[in-house]
């Protein structure tokens, strides 16, 4: 009898899961582009990849790559693409498994975003600026060894996620217990709370439209299995960031928040000191200082790129000249 009870509960649970699954996948159906200006896709390996242009086709490139949780997507970039594309023809992709992009059963690895990133930035721009964010940062270097970027702009860079854990890739990409898993960490609270943790330094910043654009996009079919291999470790590049930033010709910016934790800025001073690269410091910012400041972060790209005067805060803590900690205060 307790048997019985035992399977008939363990059914039940399943069957309620499997529900709540599909009326999530419903719910989440509609997806809309949400950035400014046209949206467009680029065919890659068989999958087709969205990204958005925005811009004067005749200013020069920059191209965002946005960073990597459940959520993810070029929506990151929302608040500075009006901006950026007075200066810029700017480029937003949703990286493949992300946002409208396709989202094939891969087995997602560093070494497949760096050759996209390679790929991409070679047919679709021409010689650009790239801004990359946290983790999304090592596929940008890599790749820019191989390419024609003009700059590179780092956003909290970071080659180590912890600890590879294959197994958990495998259990998020099985398909009643893994969606169910994920879904409870794309859960909007739980977007939610990785923004405030993590992303903005004031809660208050935190828009509601991000948040179900973030959602909304979590709960997409196929959404599960790139973010399976990033919580596993294994988009985690197979080379040590100092060394590789070190040797790169390519010229490169370190921008961080003040406040972050997840990354702190004391690696983000060690690592412009050994790779011997420019460091600038946003104030009352974490994780995502340019979304949380977009004024601040475009005033520090349209003065110091264009002009092409890098007199940047290099690891040390300044308080003077363009760029230094106290011009980039909010």
Do not use: C
């Amino acid at each position: 009898m307790r048997i019985r009870t035992v399977l008939g509960g363990l059914v039940g649970t399943a069957g309620a899961a499997v529900l709540g699954n599909r009326l999530l996948k419903r719910r989440a159906s509609q997806f809309e582009h949400g950035l400014p200006g046209l949206e467009r896709t680029y065919r890659w390996r068989g999958m087709e990849v969205s990204y958005t242009v925005a811009g004067d086709p005749n200013d020069d490139d920059l191209l965002l790559l946005h960073g990597i949780h459940a959520g993810a997507s070029n929506y990151e970039f929302e608040p500075l693409i009006e901006l950026l594309a007075e200066n810029y023809r700017v480029v937003a992709v949703d990286l493949p498994g992300f946002g409208r992009s396709e989202r094939p059963p891969l087995v997602y690895s560093a070494g497949l975003y760096a050759e996209f990133v390679r790929d991409f930035s070679a047919d679709v721009t021409d010689e650009p600026i790239v801004i990359a964010s946290s983790l999304t940062g090592t596929f940008a270097v890599d790749a820019a060894a191989d390419s024609e970027f003009a700059h590179l702009v780092l956003i909290s860079p970071t080659g180590d996620t912890g600890d590879s854990r294959p197994w958990l890739r495998s259990l998020i990409r099985s398909p009643v217990v893994g969606t169910t898993l994920f879904n409870l960490v794309a859960s909007k609270p739980s977007i939610r709370y990785f923004y405030d943790r993590d992303g903005y330094y004031n809660p208050d910043r935190i828009d509601d439209d991000e948040v179900e654009y973030a959602w909304t996009s979590a709960h997409q079919p196929g959404a599960r299995y790139a973010p399976a291999s990033f919580v596993a470790g294994t988009l985690d590049p197979d080379f040590d960031l100092q060394t590789e930033l070190a040797a790169l010709e390519t010229p490169t910016t370190l921008v961080w928040g003040r406040d972050a934790e997840l990354v702190p800025l004391r690696e983000g001073r060690t690592l412009a000191d050994a790779a011997d690269r420019d460091l600038v410091v946003i104030d009352y910012a974490t994780q995502l200082p340019h979304a949380e400041h977009p004024e601040k972060f475009v005033e520090y790209l349209t003065t110091e790129l264009l002009e092409g005067d890098l007199g940047v805060d290099s690891g040390a803590s300044s308080d003077s000249g363009i760029g230094s900690d106290s011009d980039l205060e909010a």
